[in-house]
């Protein structure tokens, strides 16, 4: 009996750095090609390349996330919450509502920079597109780092 559930700890372990490596590794990617996609495609195919990535790739993030979320809290699980374990909770929670708002600011934002399109000579709208990248850059920096606070954690606790 115990073999078995150490190898059922050791499947779910593996799930959850699979999460981790696909939501992580998605994010550093996904900086490197907005960097280069900002210096080499024009800004009205740079709008649908990003809704069309974003469409792509939310099904993929939102699965490694929430896999990774919740092999971690299976493995918890078996722990006494206290302590590190306990601060793993509202980090993830903190990650889950950061991405909820990112992805909703995401989908605002392409809204704004398409009517920016259709409007080059409206200040007042592109006024609002720079405020609206201010808190977009916020809140990728916030998901940055409660993923890696995450993945500290989670580091913390297997060793």
């Known amino acids: 009996m115990y073999k078995r559930i150490m190898a059922v700890r050791s499947v779910v372990a593996f799930l959850a750095l699979l999460g981790a490596c696909i ?5 550093a990617t996904l900086a490197v090609v907005a960097r280069v996609a900002r210096r080499q495609i024009d800004s009205r195919s740079r709008v649908a390349f990003f809704r069309a990535l974003g469409r792509s790739y939310l099904p993929l993030a939102a699965t490694a996330l929430a896999l ?7 493995l918890l699980g078996f722990d006494d919450l206290h302590g590190i374990a306990l601060a793993t909770l509202p980090t993830g929670a903190g990650l889950v509502l950061a991405v909820f708002a990112g992805v909703t600011q995401a989908r605002a ?4 920079r398409t009517r920016l399109l259709e409007q ?5 709208l592109a006024l609002r597109v720079q405020r ?11 998901i940055g780092l409660l993923s890696l606070a995450l993945l500290a954690l989670a580091g913390i606790l297997i060793s």
Not at 23 to 27: A, K, L, N, T, V
Not at 109 to 112: C, E, K
Not at 132 to 142: P, Q, S, Y
């Open 23 to 27: 939501w992580i590794g998605g994010s």
């Open 68 to 74: 990774a979320l919740a092999a971690g809290a299976w």
């Open 109 to 112: 934002m392409t809204r704004l």
């Open 120 to 124: 080059p000579a409206d200040a007042t």
């Open 132 to 142: 609206a990248a201010v808190l977009a850059a916020a809140l990728r920096a916030t």
